[in-house]
């Protein structure tokens, strides 16, 4: 019966688990998404500086690892969990090694070149935050919707000039935000853009196999190839070392918090509101990294950083805002014409028909 209950879940897939839920649901889902996805900066960056005398500290490429491994444990208890209690809220029973293995047959290339992109990204923005923090790679992630739409380019799209503003306006304050001691960081720039390139790629990817498939088991299987790509460039480089017992335990958090409860809840919001209305609220993450960093002490950013992770919200916020609207329009079917009646009109008054 669990088998059953397991299967009807799956072939249920995302459009009955979410059809219910109101626009109210997948806002609120969206803004706990970004909540926990902001607290996952600062959990990775306090893993990265634990340090201990005997034992070497976490790996970035461990780290990369271990986080999604975490998340998708996670996915596999909950999913126990859920049939033992008899709950179907998000269709969590779903997950289960035969559904993920149904999600491989079904979707397993998509999601293996989402993964790629994902554990490779996932790569790039550990290491910023291990040398430079958890806002600075917050805020530069936020060049994520620029990157997007700047490709868009290629495909022969046109910039609108409010649309060129918000991507000079986040640009500048990328700039500004890197600018200290006299100094731009160049390298910190360039690391954040490759990562954000790869990120962006694995969401649209994963946004079109979640939205197609059975979420939960789709996310799951996404987050044991992310693993498995982390442990395959941890082993090329030999760095497979998880620190200590902290910093494991961090990892572990980070990815429950962010790579399974927090990924999950955007997917799922996104499926309800859609991508147009859902990608301005993913971009106010940055501002949740730099609040809980004030909170706890870690954050002091100066006047500059201020301005320009200002202007960085500002431009990500009004750009993604504008492809709402960009979408609308492209989407919208054309009206048709009242129909015009024949010469004379019917009943020959030379009235439309009504």
């Given at each position: 019966m669990k088998a059953n209950r397991a299967a009807s879940s799956i072939a249920a897939g995302p459009?009955?688990?979410f059809v219910s839920m109101s626009m109210v649901s997948g806002y609120v889902m969206?803004?706990?998404?970004?909540?926990?996805?902001?607290?996952?900066?600062?959990?990775?960056?306090?893993?990265?500086?634990?340090?201990?005398g005997s034992v070497a500290p976490v790996s970035v490429w461990a780290m990369t690892a271990l986080?999604?491994?975490?998340?998708?444990?996670?996915f596999f208890v909950t999913g126990w969990l859920w049939r033992k209690m008899r709950w179907s809220w998000g269709a969590l029973d779903g997950v289960t090694v035969d559904s993920c293995i149904e999600a491989t047959k079904k979707q397993g290339g998509l999601v293996l070149v989402a993964a790629l992109a994902g554990s490779s990204g996932q790569w790039f923005l550990n290491t910023s935050n291990k040398l430079y923090g958890p806002e600075f790679t917050a805020f530069l992630g936020n060049l994520m919707p620029v990157l997007l739409v700047l490709t868009g380019l290629l495909s022969g799209e046109r910039l609108r000039r409010a649309e060129l503003l918000a991507i000079v306006t986040a640009i500048g304050g990328a700039f500004l935000f890197s600018y200290r001691e006299g100094q731009l960081n160049w390298v910190g720039i360039g690391l954040m853009t490759l990562g954000s390139?790869?990120?962006?790629?694995?969401?649209?990817?994963?946004?079109?196999a979640t939205g197609i498939g059975h979420l939960?088991?789709?996310?799951?299987?996404?987050?044991?190839?992310?693993?498995?790509?982390?442990?395959?460039?941890?082993?090329?480089?030999g760095t497979i070392h998880f620190g200590t017992m902290k910093s494991i335990a961090l990892c572990v958090a980070g990815g429950v918090a962010g790579a399974m409860i927090g990924m999950s809840l955007l997917y799922a919001g996104l499926n309800v509101v859609g991508l147009a209305r859902g990608a301005p609220i993913d971009t106010l993450r940055p501002l949740c990294v730099l609040i809980i960093g004030l909170i706890s002490g870690t954050a002091l950013p100066a006047p500059l950083q201020l301005v320009g992770g200002t202007m960085?919200?500002?431009?990500?916020?009004?750009?993604?805002?504008?492809g709402t609207s960009r979408g609308k329009t492209k989407n919208a079917a054309p009206t048709p014409a009242a129909p015009v009646a024949p010469a004379g009109g019917v009943g020959g008054e030379g009235k439309l028909p009504t």
């Amino acid at each position: 019966m669990k088998a059953n209950r397991a299967a009807s879940s799956i072939a249920a897939g995302p459009t009955n688990a979410f059809v219910s839920m109101s626009m109210v649901s997948g806002y609120v889902m969206l803004v706990m998404s970004v909540v926990l996805n902001g607290w996952r900066y600062n959990l990775e960056s306090a893993a990265l500086k634990v340090r201990s005398g005997s034992v070497a500290p976490v790996s970035v490429w461990a780290m990369t690892a271990l986080e999604p491994l975490a998340g998708a444990l996670a996915f596999f208890v909950t999913g126990w969990l859920w049939r033992k209690m008899r709950w179907s809220w998000g269709a969590l029973d779903g997950v289960t090694v035969d559904s993920c293995i149904e999600a491989t047959k079904k979707q397993g290339g998509l999601v293996l070149v989402a993964a790629l992109a994902g554990s490779s990204g996932q790569w790039f923005l550990n290491t910023s935050n291990k040398l430079y923090g958890p806002e600075f790679t917050a805020f530069l992630g936020n060049l994520m919707p620029v990157l997007l739409v700047l490709t868009g380019l290629l495909s022969g799209e046109r910039l609108r000039r409010a649309e060129l503003l918000a991507i000079v306006t986040a640009i500048g304050g990328a700039f500004l935000f890197s600018y200290r001691e006299g100094q731009l960081n160049w390298v910190g720039i360039g690391l954040m853009t490759l990562g954000s390139v790869l990120m962006a790629t694995k969401k649209t990817l994963m946004k079109h196999a979640t939205g197609i498939g059975h979420l939960p088991s789709v996310m799951t299987l996404s987050l044991v190839l992310m693993g498995a790509g982390g442990l395959v460039g941890a082993g090329l480089t030999g760095t497979i070392h998880f620190g200590t017992m902290k910093s494991i335990a961090l990892c572990v958090a980070g990815g429950v918090a962010g790579a399974m409860i927090g990924m999950s809840l955007l997917y799922a919001g996104l499926n309800v509101v859609g991508l147009a209305r859902g990608a301005p609220i993913d971009t106010l993450r940055p501002l949740c990294v730099l609040i809980i960093g004030l909170i706890s002490g870690t954050a002091l950013p100066a006047p500059l950083q201020l301005v320009g992770g200002t202007m960085v919200l500002f431009g990500s916020f009004s750009l993604a805002k504008l492809g709402t609207s960009r979408g609308k329009t492209k989407n919208a079917a054309p009206t048709p014409a009242a129909p015009v009646a024949p010469a004379g009109g019917v009943g020959g008054e030379g009235k439309l028909p009504t």
